[in-house]
C-alpha cells in the first residue's frame, strides 16, 4: 500500500447498516488531506456492472439461483476491477467503494448457502492479489437493519429477504471480520450517526493518517 498505488477502502454491512451516509464521511476524511477520491459500488461502477446490478436487485428476478446470482456479481466485479478500481489505484487515487468480495462471502455463502470454497475459487479468479487496504464493517443487529430498511420505504430482491436470511448474512461478516483483524474494522453502527462517523474517524486515522500526511 503506498500513495503511487493508491488506497482501496470498502464499506460493507447488512442491508439497513448505513453505509450510505458513512461511506460520505470517508470521502470527505481523504480528499481532507488532498486526496483525489473515486467512489463507486458493487454490483455496479460500470455501464454493465449497473445493468447487472438492476437484474440482481429487481423485485422480478425472484427466480434467480443462488448459483447464477454468485456469478452475475463476480461478472460485474471483474468488469468494475478492470475499468474503475485497478485504473484508479494506478493513477495515486483513493477508490471507495460500497461493497466488494465480503458482500459474496456474506451473502451468497453465508446467506444463500452456497460452498465458501466456490468463492474463494472465484475471488482468486476475478481479483488476483487485489485486496482492499482497509474494510470498514458497519454492524448493527438484525432487527434494526431491518427496521431501516422498512422506514426507508423502498425495497428490493435483497430486502425481501427473512430474518433467518439477515442473520446468516451478519453472522458471515462478523466471521469475515474475525478472521481477518487486521483488514476489517467493525464499526458499531446501532448509534447516533455522529458516534459513528467518529469512530470511522479514528479508524482511518490509525491506519492511514501518516500515509496521507507525507
Known amino acids: ?4 498505488h493508491g488506497i482501496f477502502i470498502s464499506v460493507e454491512g447488512s442491508d439497513g447498516a448505513g453505509k450510505g451516509s458513512n461511506i ?3 470521502r470527505e476524511w481523504f480528499e481532507s ?3 483525489e477520491v473515486v467512489l463507486t459500488r458493487e454490483p455496479g461502477g460500470t455501464p454493465l456492472g449497473e445493468k447487472l446490478r438492476c437484474l440482481l436487485l429487481d423485485n422480478d428476478s425472484a427466480s434467480v439461483s443462488p448459483m447464477a446470482e454468485l456469478l452475475l456479481m463476480f461478472a460485474a ?11 484508479a489505484l494506478s493513477e495515486g487515487r483513493v477508490v471507495i467503494s460500497d461493497r466488494f468480495t465480503d458482500a459474496s462471502f456474506a451473502y451468497q455463502s453465508g446467506g444463500r448457502g452456497l460452498e465458501i470454497n466456490q468463492v ?5 479468479l476475478v481479483q488476483k492479489e487485489l485486496q482492499p487496504d482497509l474494510t470498514l464493517l458497519l454492524d448493527v443487529p438484525v432487527d434494526v437493519g431491518l427496521a431501516r430498511v422498512v422506514n426507508r420505504g423502498e425495497s428490493d430482491r435483497f430486502d425481501a429477504e427473512s430474518l433467518d436470511f439477515r442473520t446468516r448474512v451478519r453472522e458471515s461478516y462478523l466471521q469475515l471480520a474475525k478472521n481477518e483483524p487486521d483488514r476489517i474494522v467493525i464499526i ?3 448509534r447516533i450517526l455522529k458516534s459513528v462517523q467518529q469512530e470511522i474517524v479514528v479508524a482511518l486515522e490509525t ?5 496521507v500526511s507525507k
Open 1 to 4: 500500500m503506498n500513495q503511487t
Open 24 to 26: 460520505e464521511v470517508v
Open 33 to 35: 488531506h488532498s486526496r
Open 77 to 87: 466485479r471483474a468488469q468494475h476491477i478492470e475499468d474503475v478500481i485497478q485504473p
Open 120 to 124: 474463494e475459487q472465484l475471488k482468486k
Open 188 to 190: 458499531n453502527a446501532d
Open 207 to 211: 491506519r492511514f493518517l501518516d500515509l
